[in-house]
């Protein structure tokens, strides 16, 4: 909690359900022999008090001494190299990581988290997930999570719960523009990826904001233009077919994450255009395939590995008992290759 507000504790919880301290203690352990009515009155004086239990307390069910990882795409090979630096601190800490993926959708998101919850881990890691901020405001009264991709919460919320790590994406956005516009470019397009779910702080919201703040900065609003899509292979390819098929092309294109920029990168090639002096293409994230000689994509690091470190050793400090909450935003930097030069004249 913030300020000076005071956490509740386990004796505030017996109080308000009007039970025994000692039997709060068993509805936390899932103790054998609790009722459940006895277990749904006390849960539910947890959820009034906004109450957590401190690593003390969940001790007494025993700590499982694992980190539960949550993830979608298991195509974007960022993820694997978050996942590194997840797993580094992990073994450092006498952790174990599990890994579990959820098919696209909320409710299978859901589904996955609580399997995970159930199952007793010690804390979450959630690598890009949907929903509202609430949602992970509420899941993180119940269990340690740190967020990785998703910016902070926004300020209506009570924030002292979970904790989140991300790439400065509005500066990431910003080099980026920046790059190609001092390289001569004006048509420059977005590569935007768009959830059923989308919130303001999730990456591609917040990168497409970034893009929209650097475009106008340079005076180039008539040339501001997203590209409807995902940040897949499969999202990258149809939005290549989709700028190939114009009339009118961008000489530039911000490809928004790198696996959807290089799936961009081949059809623009099977279509005839030269890489770059008839298009560039910059992507997001510095995964392995990008720095290939053959590809050599201009892209933006957010230095995924420390991202994953950054985002364990904040969970691992939360299960130890931290409680005011913090937002680390990681400072992108511009590697340039091969697929960026001046605009065909």
Same mark, same amino acid.
Not at 37 to 52: G, I, N, W
Not at 314 to 327: A, D, Y
């Given at each position: 909690m913030e300020g000076s507000e005071r956490r509740a504790t386990i004796r505030d919880v017996a109080r308000h359900a009007g039970v025994s301290t000692a039997a709060v203690s068993k509805v936390l352990r899932d103790a054998y022999g609790v009722s459940p009515a006895m277990?749904?009155?006390?849960?539910?004086?947890?959820?009034?008090?906004?109450?957590?239990?401190?690593?003390? $307390?969940?001790?007494?069910?025993?700590? #499982?001494?694992?980190?539960?990882?949550? +993830? !979608?795409? /298991?195509?974007?090979?960022?993820? *694997?190299?978050?996942?590194?630096?997840?797993?580094?601190?992990?073994?450092?800490?006498?952790?174990?990581?599990?890994?579990?993926?959820?098919?696209?959708?909320?409710?299978?998101?859901?589904?996955?988290?609580?399997?995970?919850?159930?199952?007793?881990?010690?804390?979450?890691?959630?690598?890009?997930?949907?929903?509202?901020?609430?949602?992970?405001?509420?899941?993180?009264?119940?269990?340690?999570?740190?967020?990785?991709?998703?910016?902070?919460?926004?300020?209506?919320?009570?924030?002292?719960?979970?904790?989140?790590? $991300?790439?400065?994406?509005?500066?990431? #956005?910003?080099?980026?523009?920046?790059? +190609? !516009?001092? /390289?001569?470019?004006?048509?420059? *397009?977005?590569?935007?990826?768009?959830?059923?779910?989308?919130?303001?702080?999730?990456?591609?919201?917040?990168?497409?904001h970034g893009y929209d703040l650097a475009m106008t900065r340079h005076g180039l609003e008539r040339w501001i233009d997203h590209v409807p899509g995902r940040w897949g292979t499969e999202g990258g390819l149809l939005a290549g077919r989709m700028i190939a098929s114009r009339t009118e092309k961008p000489t530039a294109l911000h490809g928004g994450a790198d696996v959807a920029a290089l799936g961009a990168f081949t059809v623009l090639l099977e279509a005839g255009l030269r890489i770059p002096e008839d298009m560039s293409i910059v992507g997001y994230d510095d995964i392995p395939a990008a720095a290939l000689p053959p590809i050599g994509l201009t892209t933006v690091d957010q230095s995924g590995v420390a991202m994953g470190r950054q985002a364990a050793e904040l969970l691992v400090s939360r299960i130890e008992g931290r409680t005011q909450s913090e937002h680390v935003l990681v400072p992108p930097r511009l590697v340039v290759r091969h697929t960026t030069a001046p605009p065909p004249a």
């Amino acid at each position: 909690m913030e300020g000076s507000e005071r956490r509740a504790t386990i004796r505030d919880v017996a109080r308000h359900a009007g039970v025994s301290t000692a039997a709060v203690s068993k509805v936390l352990r899932d103790a054998y022999g609790v009722s459940p009515a006895m277990k749904q009155r006390v849960e539910a004086s947890m959820a009034a008090l906004d109450y957590r239990p401190l690593a003390l $307390a969940r001790g007494m069910r025993g700590s #499982s001494y694992t980190l539960g990882v949550f +993830l !979608v795409d /298991l195509s974007n090979t960022f993820f *694997s190299v978050l996942v590194e630096g997840i797993r580094d601190v992990a073994e450092e800490r006498g952790y174990q990581v599990l890994i579990g993926q959820a098919r696209q959708g909320l409710d299978a998101q859901r589904r996955l988290i609580e399997a995970m919850v159930d199952r007793r881990m010690d804390g979450l890691v959630l690598i890009a997930p949907f929903g509202p901020d609430e949602e992970l405001e509420r899941l993180a009264r119940s269990i340690p999570v740190s967020v990785i991709g998703r910016h902070g919460p926004t300020e209506h919320l009570d924030t002292a719960h979970f904790d989140t790590v $991300a790439s400065d994406d509005i500066a990431g #956005s910003a080099i980026i523009v920046d790059h +190609l !516009v001092a /390289l001569g470019h004006e048509r420059i *397009s977005f590569l935007g990826h768009h959830e059923p779910h989308d919130e303001p702080s999730m990456p591609q919201s917040v990168r497409a904001h970034g893009y929209d703040l650097a475009m106008t900065r340079h005076g180039l609003e008539r040339w501001i233009d997203h590209v409807p899509g995902r940040w897949g292979t499969e999202g990258g390819l149809l939005a290549g077919r989709m700028i190939a098929s114009r009339t009118e092309k961008p000489t530039a294109l911000h490809g928004g994450a790198d696996v959807a920029a290089l799936g961009a990168f081949t059809v623009l090639l099977e279509a005839g255009l030269r890489i770059p002096e008839d298009m560039s293409i910059v992507g997001y994230d510095d995964i392995p395939a990008a720095a290939l000689p053959p590809i050599g994509l201009t892209t933006v690091d957010q230095s995924g590995v420390a991202m994953g470190r950054q985002a364990a050793e904040l969970l691992v400090s939360r299960i130890e008992g931290r409680t005011q909450s913090e937002h680390v935003l990681v400072p992108p930097r511009l590697v340039v290759r091969h697929t960026t030069a001046p605009p065909p004249a």
